[in-house]
């Protein structure tokens, strides 16, 4: 095996990965490979994979772990021909999201003389998911992010910059959220279990500001290179 730097970060929606990830990426100059962005572009690319994932979504179902995978090695080999990964280092976001894809995530990366170095746990109490995401508001024209209580608008429910009235996005509403903890729960928590297991998980303390966290997950990462 090589010494590559290969984390997956996995948490509740809420715990603020999304950020974090490109942070954390940045920090260790890991290619970043984000679930969501890499279905979007293959179906908007109406690659194969595309397509073929886009009848399942379309139907409103997710796409299968298999198509996933692919997607996912296309992007990993190309990154490493191209060798746009500095020393091939790897950060992944939403991926695996549970066991039937990590079980061939890591068959491809057994292919690839690759492996996962470390696992982040984004460990994040449910009251403040609900806290999180059901005071968030959103500006339908530029996408600005609000906190009714940790970054209100100026205005009354106001975009600063655009004036326009801010709205809950469909995925921060309470019954969704509810669904979305459930799912995560069910599909993605049996992972962390399988990582422990082999003594890959740094458990992080997602209830802190996100500077903390960030700090938290730098410095655990760097007790796993070692
Ligand atoms: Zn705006």
């Not at 066991?99 to 057994?110: G, P, R, S, V, Y």
């Not at 005071?135 to 609000?146: A, D, F, I, L, T």
């Amino acid at each position: 095996m090589k010494n590559n730097l290969i984390c997956v970060l996995i948490g509740a929606p809420g715990a603020g990965k999304g950020t974090q990830a490109k942070n954390v990426a940045n920090h260790f100059k890991c290619k970043l490979i984000s679930t969501g962005d890499i279905l979007r572009e293959n179906v908007e690319n109406k690659t194969v994979l595309g397509l073929e994932a886009k009848k399942y979504i379309d139907n409103g179902n997710l796409a299968p772990a298999q198509i996933v995978v692919s997607m996912i090695k296309n992007v990993i080999k190309s990154s490493i021909e191209k060798k746009d990964a500095s020393d091939n280092n790897f950060l992944f976001d939403g991926f695996p999201r549970d066991l039937e894809q990590n079980k061939l995530f890591e068959q491809i990366l057994a292919q690839l003389n690759l492996s996962i170095k470390a696992v982040i746990y984004i460990n994040i109490e449910d009251d403040v998911v609900y806290e999180r995401l059901t005071n968030r508001r959103v500006c339908p024209k530029c996408n600005r992010v609000y906190h009714l209580k940790f970054n209100p608008p100026k205005f009354d429910n106001l975009c600063d910059d655009c004036k326009v009235a801010l709205i809950t996005r469909e995925d921060d509403k309470i019954d969704v959220i509810k669904k979305r903890l459930e799912v995560y729960k069910q599909l993605t928590e049996p992972l962390i279990e399988y990582y422990r297991k082999k003594n890959k998980v740094i458990e992080i303390n997602g209830n802190k500001d996100a500077e903390e966290v960030l700090k938290d997950i730098i410095s655990g990462i760097n007790c796993a290179k070692q």
